[in-house]
């Protein structure tokens, strides 16, 4: 089974140290902001820039295909009021840009929030407009809506969320989910056992399909389930334990997409990573 593993490693001084920082804890995934995440504003990527981040993958052994960039906290694609609906579409279009410039193809994002001035349903149709017109306006870049904890007004707690999100793009093959499992946890799904983890995939299946599973986030939880919380705990150390990740691993649905930790504590990514391996069957 093909189960690619690493984490949401830094990019400071430049997009070329991701890969370093992914091979440096013995990663072939990994997750990275390709700009400042807490800014709008980026500076255009540099010639030079590309060019370092396509020879340090290389070097690194890490297909394009297993790198799941994350886009900026700021940008609410479901936003309420039109003129920052418009800013977070221009900077969404920029993020899915900067994807292709690197010669990725993946672009992990949030799906939105209405902030209780809209209802769920018409702040699920701007969601999907808004990834309409990114699409539309970009070539190969594939729009990843990650399941969220449902803290505030964030949508994408429920799997109906994105499977209805899903069905508004016209482009059916540049849109897919990421599953977070400390998210779907504090969303209330039991996957800390394993009855509510097998009803959770069947409902995935049901839903949305293993062919658009594009990635997956690995973390635990340090809040309880249902708690719409999202704070992630080191594997092991939350409400949802290392059976969970021991049954992604040997999961046979789950497989060849990027799998990324964003557990508190890079110092024992390595290892987290290690055991995560020792679960996959040979
Ligand atoms: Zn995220
Ligand atoms: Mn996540
Ligand atoms: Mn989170």
Redesign the pocket.
Known sequence: MIKPLGAHVSASGGVGNAPINAHDIGADAFAFFTKNQKQWKAPPLKEEDIESFGTELTKAHIEPKYVLP?DSYLINLGHPEAQKLAISRKAFLVEMERVEQLGLTLL?F?PGSHLKQITEEECLERIGESVNRALDATTTAVAVL?CTAGQGSNLGYKLEHLAAIMGMVEQKDRVGICI?TAHAFAAGYAIHERTGFDEFWAEFEELIGFDALKGL?LNDSKKELASRVDRHAPLGEGFIGWGTFEWIMQHDKIQDVPMILETPEPDRWAEEITQLRSFVPS
């Open positions: 994350h992990n949030h990650e977070d986030h």
